[in-house]
């Protein structure tokens, strides 16, 4: 398994943007990395995923065109810049691995996750 710390959550104003960072130990080549968030009373929904070598991506189709998932498999890190940013998008963000998993797979088929980040933005 990989272990995962999220940071660079925050608060900011409608319209604005945030980047996300995920460190990961382990065998963090290995895995499909995924974004997922959760908001106050709902349940936790997918945000973003990245295949182990990066070359695929997928985004949920309301952060589509201003969220986008990166990873850098020399430095073990998971990102996920947040641009045009919404109330709506407030939630807790949690990064996690998947290993040898699909693009779309649901947050039960992830082996790990990090603790999570808040992202709180103000309308």
């Known amino acids: 398994q990989v272990q995962l710390k999220e940071s660079g959550g925050g608060l900011v104003e409608a319209g604005g943007s945030l980047r996300l960072s995920c460190a990961a130990s382990?065998?963090?080549?290995?895995?499909?990395m995924g974004w997922f968030r959760q908001a106050p009373g709902k349940d936790r929904e997918f945000v973003a995923s990245i295949t182990w070598g990066g070359k695929y991506t997928a985004h949920s189709d309301s952060v589509k065109g201003r969220f986008t998932i990166s990873r850098d498999n020399v430095e073990s890190m998971l990102y996920l810049q947040m641009n045009s940013l919404k109330a709506e998008d407030t939630a807790v963000y949690y990064c996690?691995?998947?290993?040898?998993?699909?693009?779309?797979?649901?947050?039960?088929?992830?082996?790990?996750w990090g603790q999570g980040t808040q992202v709180t933005v103000s309308s």
């Open positions: 996690a691995a998947n290993q040898y998993g699909n693009l779309r797979d649901p947050p039960a088929e992830y082996d790990s």
């Open positions: 382990g065998m963090f080549n290995s895995y499909t």
